[in-house]
């Protein structure tokens, strides 16, 4: 199963802080009491500042394919211990 982000948008004055993260965890929680083993995230801003997405994204475990970024959640309890707590 595959959940999908179709846009992820964080307000400009919330980038840099830890609203972005801690959406993102709520996301694949969501995803993994959904069942899911994938999850799929596509930016709102249709690549622009890609670099400073990437980073974002890949530093939580995401692979980049274009401007989507993947992970593989692999169950609920693994991906527990497999991430970092945002606080």
Not at 4 to 20: D, I, M, Q, S, W
Not at 22 to 30: G, N, Q, S, T, V
Not at 41 to 55: D, F, P
Not at 72 to 85: E, M, N, P, V
């Amino acid at each position: 199963l595959l959940t999908a982000n179709a846009f992820f948008y964080v307000l400009p004055e919330r980038r840099g802080t830890l609203v972005p993260a801690r959406l993102l965890k709520a996301f694949e929680d969501w995803s993994i009491r959904n069942n899911a083993v994938f999850i799929e995230m596509h930016t709102a801003n249709g690549g622009y500042n890609l670099g400073r997405n990437a980073r974002f994204f890949t530093g939580l475990g995401y692979t980049i394919s274009g401007n989507v970024f993947f992970k593989r959640l692999i169950d609920g309890s693994q991906q527990a211990k497999d991430s970092t707590a945002v606080a």
